[in-house]
């Protein structure tokens, strides 16, 4: 899996007003030539601790950076990471001026969790302080204060400006993003405030090895439901329990610092999403299961064994203080669903979207490329400011990721016909074509993709006459 990358982020504060200096972060590129349809989906802006690459120390260090508590932390030796060149860059990157450079201390090191598929990036934290606030930033940058960033987080407004993993991680949650949860033991990352993410072995697909099981907990202190009128209602949700045997002795004790009051949810039926069930049931047998009809049909008796309640989307969930709207999202099965936190405007997406790479369709179980379609339509209606996948990391430019999903599945759909018109006469000669610039061992789920493409062709009467038999 290799070894980690590491990130140097940096709070500049003013004591004397309690606030703290965000960075408007640059938009990923979009294609030069980008179809209208895209142009119209736009992410909002989004602010941060500005940060940059630390890399690894060549030569001496420069003595004019100081960094107090640089031996504090255990699991990193500062000495070997170029602290100065980082500095420079974020300084040159975001327009600071010189006045704010000066002496730095350490304020905390966070280990990403194993979200895969690379080895992960960890994070460096330096805080420095001011007098008093300094004139002449540039127009991407600003003062803001703790209150107010948790504001923009914890009472999102779609289209609102929003606030990074940076700021709320290094400066507005007390603990380390590894101790969010209550079980140490499960490295973890609570992002956005009330949502944590434990990547969980199981057995998935590569290039992944883990599941996200998202824990949403009230943020009220009491853990009790404060909401009224909800289809459901507890004090804790789990969602997509999905780990293999060899961690379930680990969700077994996840399972039972949680309040009894559990509501359990599940996005689909596959394998690596609902294998850790029966522990929460075994644990809890008071939890709730929440699915879609079609998901309970294909899980065993073996993972489930007492009632469940059947969700169809649009349904309330109320969890302490937080508010979830269930969301019927079909494409990847018949009977996917996903999840929006309201209180952030975060959308868990379940697997219509990875981390990395992109989503396969179970054509076995219910799989439509329509559906797809329109569900990834649905999604960028919303306008949600994070999209969290139940493989890989978060992803904090929600539009422009849900349109570079529409842009490769239009584009593979159109190699797909290109490759029957110019007389592919089988699946596999279509996915030769098509996946040519794919991995081999990815060839097989790819096919999956391909009959649904197909199928979606012949739906709109694209593909030349008598070959939709043949291939599929």
């Known amino acids: 899996m290799g070894s980690p990358s590491y990130r140097l982020a940096v709070a500049i504060t003013v004591p004397s007003t309690g606030e703290f200096l965000v960075a408007r972060q640059p938009r990923p590129p979009s294609p030069p030539e980008e179809d209208e349809d895209y142009r119209r989906f736009v992410d909002s802006d989004l602010y941060d601790l500005p940060a940059a690459p630390l890399e690894p120390l060549v ?8 960094v107090a508590g640089a031996d504090s932390a255990t699991g990193l030796d ?18 600071l001026p010189d006045g704010m450079r000066g002496e730095w201390r350490r304020l905390k090191y966070v280990e990403e969790a194993e ?21 002449g930033l540039p127009e991407s940058c600003k003062w803001m204060t703790k ?27 007390s603990r380390l993003s590894s101790n969010s949860t209550a079980v140490p033991a499960l490295p973890s990352q609570e992002f956005p405030p009330g949502i944590t993410l434990v990547p969980m072995k199981s057995k998935t697909l590569q290039p992944f090895r883990t599941t996200n099981l998202v824990v949403v907990r009230a943020t009220n202190g009491a853990g009790e439901s404060t909401c009224s009128d909800f289809f459901a209602c507890g004090d804790a949700l789990l969602l997509d329990p999905g780990c293999s045997s ?30 850790g069930l029966s522990v929460v049931q075994r644990c809890n047998p008071d939890s709730v299961l ?19 309640t059947s969700v169809t989307g649009g349904e309330k969930i109320c969890i302490g203080d937080q508010e979830l709207q269930v969301i019927y999202a079909p494409g990847h099965t018949d009977g996917h669903m996903g999840l ?7 959308l868990i997406v ?27 339509y649905k999604f960028l209606d919303l306008s949600p400011h994070v999209i969290i996948p139940m493989h890989g990391r978060i992803n904090l430019w929600p539009k422009h990721m849900l349109c570079g999903y529409l842009r490769n599945r239009r584009s593979r759909e159109a190699s797909i016909l290109q490759s029957i018109e110019n007389g592919a006469q089988t699946l596999f000669e279509v996915v030769s074509k098509t996946y040519s610039d794919v991995d081999r061992k990815l060839w097989i789920p790819a096919s999956f993709n391909v009959r649904l493409h197909v199928d979606h062709l012949n739906s709109q009467h694209k593909l030349p006459k008598g070959t939709y038999c043949r291939i599929i």
């Open 59 to 66: 030569g001496e260090p420069r003595s004019e950076v100081a």
């Open 78 to 95: 500062l000495s070997r990471l170029d602290v100065s060149a980082a500095l420079d860059q974020i300084f040159d990157r975001f327009g």
């Open 115 to 135: 979200f895969g598929p690379d080895a992960g990036v960890n994070t460096v934290f330096l805080i420095g302080s001011l007098v008093s606030k300094l004139d």
């Open 147 to 173: 209150e107010c960033a948790l504001g923009l987080l914890s009472e999102a407004k779609p289209g609102s400006d929003r606030i990074g993993q940076y700021a709320y991680i290094g400066l507005m949650n």
């Open 246 to 275: 060899q961690v379930h002795a680990e969700l077994a004790d996840l399972v039972d610092s949680l309040p009894k009051k559990l509501l359990v949810l599940v996005t689909h039926h596959h394998h690596d999403h609902i294998e």
């Open 290 to 308: 929440l699915a879609h009809q079609n998901t309970m049909n294909r899980i065993g008796k073996g993972n489930w064994q007492i009632d469940y």
């Open 340 to 346: 929006l936190h309201v209180n952030t405007n975060t």
């Open 350 to 376: 379940g697997d219509h979207c990875v981390g990395h790479g992109s989503a396969t369709l179970d054509s076995r179980s219910g799989g439509n490329m329509k559906d797809y379609f329109e569900t990834t």
